[in-house]
């Protein structure tokens, strides 16, 4: 059994319209753009509603978009197992507050995910059961993957040891 775009589309604004911002669909695929408070509700809606069963976070992301009003982006891609079917939900996040409610009550597995957004993009997750750094070492500063960051103006680190490992490989530095 597989579902259409149309149905999720109208199912969702019928339950929660003022969750909704908009829509697009490109090359078949449904991006639905959501209300950052009301992340939680369109997840809980799409995961138990019988008919959609979006049961699956298969990931979720930052994205930097410098100059736009709301800079960040946090994408949530959902699968249906049972409908053979994908959605994106987008949520914009403002700069001065990049925060978004967490969605690991829903989905335990969002636990990482949202460690390695807040890690790389400074996005907050709100109820987060241990918002630390997963990637980057505790004393890095700052968050690497904001396009305001220089690109290759940071040393490389761990590199304290490289006279010893070049010392036993030489063929390494050619």
Known sequence: MTIE???VLTRLRTALPDAITGSAEFRGDLSVFVRPARIVDVARFLRDDS???YNFLEN???VDYPGRQLRFEV????????NRHRICLKVGVAEHDPSVPSLTGLWPGANYHERETFDMFGIV???HPCLDRILMPDDWEGYPLRKDVP???EEVAFTFNQERIYAH???ARE
């Open 51 to 53: 008919a959609l069963r």
């Open 125 to 127: 997750f709100i109820g």
């Open 151 to 153: 690109l290759g103006a």
């Open 75 to 82: 994408v949530y891609h959902l699968l249906s197992f049972t």
């Open 5 to 7: 775009n149309n149905t």
């Open 169 to 171: 490989k030489p063929f």
């Open 60 to 62: 979720l992301c930052g």
